[in-house]
């Protein structure tokens, strides 16, 4: 993970033999109001990294103001905050809780539903039908050796 251009994040993450769609939580470790750019590969191929699959983006970690605070405590259910998320455009925190919900429920026809709508909102509805599988926990370090990159 980036942030500017340094290196600021590195991770190796160990997938489990089940294959499905995994969800890796970064919110904790950014600092508030700052860009980062993530890249994630997956290593098929050690011999040859450029032949790995990479996918990027961008994500910002947001401090919430006041009003947004108040509709968050005072949701009820988990499907009021998830709502909340996404009228607001907090689109990691949307597709993380649903996604959690969902794979604590995977038989509730609603939460299929909201899941594929999410995920077809945002031209990925390919992948609303692969699982959501348990597969690890990231311990995400600061990168020690961290040093600007050109």
Known sequence: MYQGDRFVYKQRIP??????????????????????????????????????????????????????????????????????????????????????LHRANPKDVSLQADWSSLLNSVGLGSLAEIPLVDCCTPNLKPYLNSQNIT
């Open 15 to 100: 997938l489990s033999k089940t294959p499905g769609t995994i969800s890796v939580r970064l919110d904790r470790l950014l600092d508030a109001n700052k860009q980062y750019r993530s890249f994630f590969s997956v290593s098929i191929n050690p011999q040859s990294p450029s032949q790995n699959p990479v996918v990027g983006g961008k994500i910002r970690r947001i401090v919430p103001n006041a009003i947004l605070n108040r509709q968050l405590k005072a949701t009820v259910s988990k499907r009021e905050r998830i709502a909340i998320y996404a009228r607001n455009g907090i689109w990691h925190a949307t597709i993380a809780e649903l996604a959690e």
